[in-house]
Nanobody, 114 residues
Framework: VQLQASGGGSVQVGGSLRLSCAVSGGILSAFISGMGWYRQAPGKEREFVADIREGGATNYADFVEGRFTISRDNVKRRVYLQMNDLKPEDTAVYYC???????WGQGTQVTVSS
């Protein structure tokens, strides 16, 4: 399975970005079972941001505080992360992840400046 993340960029504090992850290969049920977003800031370990599971159940890291929304399109096999009210501490490389295949995309850079 291959994951291709896109949508990152540079925004100012309070801005918004929508990340997208295109999934190719694999089986649809694996896609539906679980997809997630993680991030890694410079000098820090990769950390969980959000995931979406079978049935549409979602989980978010505490630091999201209602600012991010994960969603998916099962037909297009895409998973999205809508990020609003961005803060400088959200600056990181964001990666999408397949739970079943434990596979990672190449990451997309998000930079938030004040």
């Amino acid at each position: 399975v291959q994951l291709q993340a896109s949508g990152g960029g540079s925004v100012q504090v309070g801005g918004s970005l929508r990340l997208s992850c295109a999934v190719s290969g694999g089986i649809l049920s694996a896609f539906i079972s679980g997809m997630g977003w993680y991030r890694q800031a410079p000098g820090k370990e990769r950390e969980f941001v959000a995931d979406i599971r079978e049935g549409g159940a979602t989980n978010y890291a505490d630091f999201v505080e209602g600012r991010f929304t994960i969603s998916r399109d099962n037909v297009k096999r895409r998973v999205y992360l809508q990020m609003n009210d961005l803060k400088p501490e959200d600056t990181a490389v964001y990666y999408c992840h397949s739970t079943i295949y434990n596979s990672w995309g190449q990451g997309t850079q998000v930079t938030v400046s004040s």
